[in-house]
């Protein structure tokens, strides 16, 4: 579920955002949005135990279900 997740949130934003042409040609915007990317996918490869053996879990966000 959570590669699911990833590739629906962060795995194809650029390429949506690019089809904005206002939006993508911001000096600075590819690169910004490349480097949120790659945060986002050294977050979503993480288990639930961190680097120094703390569990960081799950957060309230996961169970939101909309309105």
């Given at each position: 579920m959570r590669k699911i997740r990833y590739e629906?949130?962060?795995g194809a934003f650029i390429?949506?955002?690019?089809k904005f042409q206002?939006?993508?040609e911001i000096e600075g915007c590819e690169e910004a949005l490349e480097e949120v990317k790659?945060?986002?996918t050294g977050e979503y490869a993480m288990?639930?135990?961190d680097?120094?053996?703390q569990s960081w879990?799950?957060?309230h966000?996961?169970?939101?279900s909309g309105k």
């Open positions: 629906i949130s962060y390429d949506i955002v690019q206002k939006v993508w790659h945060m986002a288990t639930t135990q680097e120094a053996g879990g799950i957060i966000a996961d169970f939101w």
